[in-house]
């Protein structure tokens, strides 16, 4: 009767409980500001040969913000009317290229997509001819990520004006909370601009008094993402 009330004892094991941990994860985020703490909307924006309109663009990261990519999409209306201006004004003034040769001849509106393209391949001359028009961009900086999409909607719309086209441009430094990354400084025509120009690329025609040029900023987090161009594929998928 011993042995038996021995084996119908209750069973003993060996047991041990940690302590609890508890982690916290805290939720980033990317957020940035885009301002132009210089333009007046209010004022007089006629273009008019040598004027120059202060248009300062200011991106700004917020305190609290993730590191992140940088990018500025510029959109213009009655773009093909814009480059055929700054082509006609480029060849008049014999703007140099990447090879140190000027632009010679006349410029028409059948050498369009040939002067997109060779300003897309050229850095020197992009450059140049950009330099007319806008004040401080910083090249070195500032990369164009489209220009595939550019040269395509350039060839589809060689017979007809592109109601609006947008150039996206990648910024090469990532940023970190604070920071502050101002695009241009000022716009405007160059002083050799003249009334048979406007009328050769048909800037005067229908809506050019409603010229617009706007600006978008994108960013994405720097974290998982190695490069700029990775960084522009996972914002851009479609381009």
Not at 5 to 26: P, R, V
Not at 109 to 128: E, M, P, W
Request: net charge negative; glycine share 4%.
């Amino acid at each position: 009767m011993a042995a038996i009330a021995l084996l119908s004892g209750t069973m003993a094991y060996f047991t041990d409980t940690t302590e609890k941990k508890t982690n916290a994860f805290t939720v980033g985020n990317v957020e940035i500001s885009l301002a132009e703490p210089s333009w007046t909307a209010s004022a007089d924006h006629t273009l008019i040969p040598k004027v120059r309109y202060v248009k300062d663009p200011t991106v700004t990261v917020a305190a609290d913000s993730q590191d992140c990519y940088l990018f500025m999409e510029v959109s213009v209306n009655k773009y093909n009317a814009l480059i055929d201006l700054m082509g006609i004004d480029a060849y008049s003034d014999g703007v140099t290229d990447g090879n140190g040769n000027k632009l010679n001849g006349a410029y028409s509106k059948a050498d369009r997509a040939d002067f997109v393209s060779r300003l897309l391949s050229d850095d020197t001359l992009r450059h140049n001819v950009l330099d007319r028009w806008f004040d401080e961009i910083d090249y070195s900086k500032w990369t164009i990520m489209n220009k595939t999409a550019i040269q395509q909607a350039l060839n589809n719309s060689q017979a007809g004006d592109t109601a609006e086209l947008s150039v996206i441009l990648g910024y090469s430094t990532t940023l970190s909370a604070t920071d502050e990354v101002r695009f241009m400084s000022a716009y405007g025509m160059p002083a050799e601009i003249t009334q048979d120009m406007l009328a050769a690329a048909d800037f005067t025609a229908d809506d050019a008094s409603t010229f617009n040029m706007s600006f978008t900023a994108y960013a994405i987090q720097k974290a998982e993402i190695n490069t700029m161009d990775e960084a522009y594929s996972a914002l851009f998928p479609d381009n």
